[in-house]
């Protein structure tokens, strides 16, 4: 079984920073795709951003050049940077990973979810 767990939500003003982390653990044998959702309430779960396992990086219009993702491999760590945040930013925000167990397996993982606010 593998879990992801994201940290590093909070309350932020608007213009200010947060840095999101998602750590995967368990019978992991590698790991595919890192991708970044969020749903705001009463919204959609949109994807913000992703990034393949060579470093490729797609971005939703409404955060490119605001928002970076990136990913350590050895530490099974998703990150997502946001600068410049704006209250429309406020969501949800999820982790998603595609892995290969150690059985050869591959599934897809959710983390539980961390709150972004964003005051005005």
């Known amino acids: 079984q593998v879990q992801l767990v994201e940290s590093g939500g909070g309350l932020v003003q608007a213009g200010g920073s947060l840095r999101l982390s998602c750590v995967a653990s368990?019978?992991?044998?590698?790991?595919?795709?890192m991708v970044w959702y969020r749903q705001g309430q009463g919204k959609w779960r949109d994807l913000v951003a992703e990034?393949?396992?060579?470093?490729?990086?797609n971005y939703a219009d409404s955060v490119k050049g605001r928002f970076t993702i990136s990913r350590d491999n050895a530490k099974n760590t998703a990150y997502l940077q946001m600068n410049s945040l704006k209250p429309e930013d406020t969501a949800v925000y999820y982790c998603?990973?595609?892995?290969?167990?150690?059985?050869?397996?591959?599934?897809?993982?959710w983390g539980q979810g961390t709150q972004v606010t964003v005051s005005s």
């Open positions: 998603n990973m595609g892995v290969q167990s150690r059985s050869l397996t591959w599934g897809t993982y």
């Open positions: 368990g019978s992991i044998l590698r790991i595919g795709n």
């Open positions: 990034i393949n396992n060579t470093g490729t990086t």
